[in-house]
C-alpha cells in the first residue's frame, strides 16, 4: 500500500460528459502528480501541484483541469469527454518540490468513456 | 516524445534466467529511477541512480547509468514468477517523464 488513495476506481461514462477523479497523498506529501495511461500513449505527465499551487504542465488538455485543496487532496476534472479519453489515471506525490525523489503512485481510476 | 525510451518492449524468459532491459534518454540528468507495473496496478519505485554514480544494487536488481552515453540498464537476476510485469524508467526532468516500458513475462 502506497499511502496514495484515488477514488472511484473505475468509471464508465459516456462521450461529453464531465468526470471528477479525486486523490489523496500520502500523509505529509506536499506534491500531487497527475498522469494518463493509455495503450497507444503510453504513461503521460499531466499536471503537478505543489502545496496548492500549479507546479509543472504537461500534455494536459485544455478539456482537462486540476486543483489541489488546503488539506492537498487533488482533483483532476476532465470535461467534453471523447472515446479517446479513456485510460488509467494515475495520481502519484511526494514529499518535495523537486522531481528527484521517489514518487509514490496510487492504484489509479480506470476511465471508459463509451 | 518521451524522455526515456526503454528496449526492448516486451522480454519473455524462463524462471531463473536473468532479465536485462535497457532504457535510454536525450537530456542531462541528476538522477534516474526505475520502476515495476504489475498489470492495471500503480507504478512501484525499485531503485534510484544518480548521476555520479555507475552502479547500484538492492536486492536481485541491478542498475548501471553510462552519462556518457546517456543510457542505463536494469538487470533482474535469478528472476521468478512474480518479476512478471512492466518496466519503466524515469528521468528527473521537470515533469519526471517515464518511458513506454518493458514487459516482462517470466515463465514457469
Known amino acids: 500500500d502506497s499511502g496514495v488513495t484515488q477514488t472511484p476506481k473505475h468509471l464508465i461514462t459516456a462521450t461529453g460528459q464531465r468526470v471528477t477523479l479525486r486523490c489523496s497523498p500520502r500523509s505529509g506529501d506536499l506534491s500531487v502528480y497527475w498522469y494518463q495511461q493509455s495503450l497507444d500513449q503510453g504513461l503521460q505527465f499531466l499536471i503537478q501541484y505543489y502545496n496548492g499551487e500549479e507546479r509543472a504542465k504537461g500534455n494536459i488538455l485544455e478539456r482537462f483541469s486540476a486543483q489541489q485543496f488546503p488539506d492537498l487532496h487533488s482533483e483532476l476534472n476532465l470535461s467534453s469527454l471523447e472515446l479517446g479519453d479513456s485510460a488509467l489515471y494515475f495520481c502519484?506525490?511526494?514529499?518535495?518540490?523537486?522531481?528527484?525523489?521517489?514518487?509514490?503512485f496510487g492504484e489509479g481510476s480506470r476511465l471508459t468513456v463509451l | 516524445s518521451q524522455q526515456g525510451e526503454e528496449d526492448p518492449q516486451a522480454l519473455s524468459i524462463q524462471e531463473g534466467e536473468n532479465a536485462t532491459m535497457n532504457c535510454s534518454y536525450k537530456t542531462s540528468i541528476n538522477n534516474l529511477q526505475w520502476y515495476r507495473q504489475n498489470s492495471g496496478r500503480g507504478l512501484v519505485h525499485l531503485i534510484l541512480i544518480r548521476s555520479n554514480e555507475r552502479e547500484k544494487h538492492s536486492g536481485r536488481l541491478r542498475v548501471t547509468l553510462d552519462t556518457s552515453k546517456k543510457s542505463s540498464s536494469l538487470l533482474i537476476t535469478a528472476s521468478r514468477a512474480a518479476d512478471t510485469a512492466s518496466y519503466f524508467c524515469a528521468t528527473d526532468d521537470y515533469k519526471l517523464s517515464f518511458g513506454a516500458g518493458t514487459t516482462v513475462t517470466v515463465r514457469a
Open positions: 502519484a506525490s511526494s514529499r518535495g518540490s523537486s522531481n528527484t525523489g521517489e514518487l509514490f
